[in-house]
């Protein structure tokens, strides 16, 4: 079965700083990943997706990921952090052979952007 | 264009009573799907159309939930005689087609007392 472990609930970062998101996932075929924002009281925005293509994937607003397969991981990064990146963010997993994108989230990461 | 919409926005609810949670997809998107988040379980599946069909229902939690999807379009799902480890925020997407990018729905959040 596949699953999704994201490291910290909370991150705090100062504006400027760097974002990095840890993901990892376990799948037993090769999977898709996905990273999606959700800001407060709005729904799931797709920020990027790995899906067997170039491992380095970059995503709206400046984020992105690298699908690393020996380490498990997909970790998410943004070089400089804006307030308004302020959300909380999930990881998922699909598997890439099913007939569709059944997601498994992710227990989500708050990230918090101080002034 | 406009997005997936959701009503009711809020809903509280009585334990016991049964309650109708609306999904309008994007025009034209073939595939649906139903999440539910809660505090206690984090982000999970529910069901996924495909159509009117739904080839895949192993996410509901129990024989009190039920999905429908007429036209292949609007989606009500259904919740008896709730209970209140349903309280939760009830999300849906939808996506052009099975594999392509889900969008998501503002949410339902659902508090059964």
């Known amino acids: 079965a596949q699953s999704v472990t994201q490291l910290g609930s909370h991150v705090s970062v100062s504006e400027g700083a760097l974002v990095l998101l840890r993901c990892n996932y376990s799948?037993?075929?090769?999977?898709?990943l996905f990273w999606y924002v959700q800001y407060p009281n709005q729904g799931l925005q797709l920020l990027l997706k790995?899906?067997?293509?170039?491992?380095l994937v970059k995503g709206i607003n400046g984020f992105e990921a690298e699908f690393k397969k020996s380490e498990t991981s997909f970790h998410l990064t943004k070089p400089s952090a804006h307030m308004s990146d302020a959300a909380e963010y999930f990881c998922?997993?699909?598997?890439?052979?099913?007939?569709?994108?059944?997601?498994?989230f992710g227990t989500g990461t708050r990230l918090l952007v101080s002034p | 264009g406009a997005g997936v919409s959701q009503s009711p926005s809020n809903k509280v609810t009585e334990k016991g009573k049964d309650v109708e949670l609306r999904c309008d997809p994007i025009?034209?998107?073939?595939?649906l799907y139903w999440y539910r988040q809660s505090l206690g379980q984090g982000l999970e599946f529910l069901i996924y159309?495909?159509?009117?069909?739904?080839?895949?229902k192993s996410g509901l939690p129990s024989d009190r939930f039920s999905a429908e999807r007429t036209g292949g379009s609007v989606s009500t799902l259904t919740i008896q005689r709730t209970q209140q480890e349903d309280s939760a925020v009830y999300l849906c997407?939808?996506?052009?087609?099975?594999?392509?990018?889900?969008?998501f729905g503002p949410g339902t959040r659902l508090l059964v007392l």
């Open positions: 997407a939808s996506s052009l087609a099975p594999k392509e990018t889900q969008y």
């Open positions: 799948s037993s075929v090769p999977p898709y």
């Open positions: 790995y899906t067997s293509a170039a491992t």
């Open positions: 998922a997993v699909s598997e890439g052979n099913t007939g569709f994108q059944k997601l498994v």
């Open positions: 025009s034209g998107h073939t595939a």
């Open positions: 159309f495909q159509g009117n069909s739904a080839p895949d």
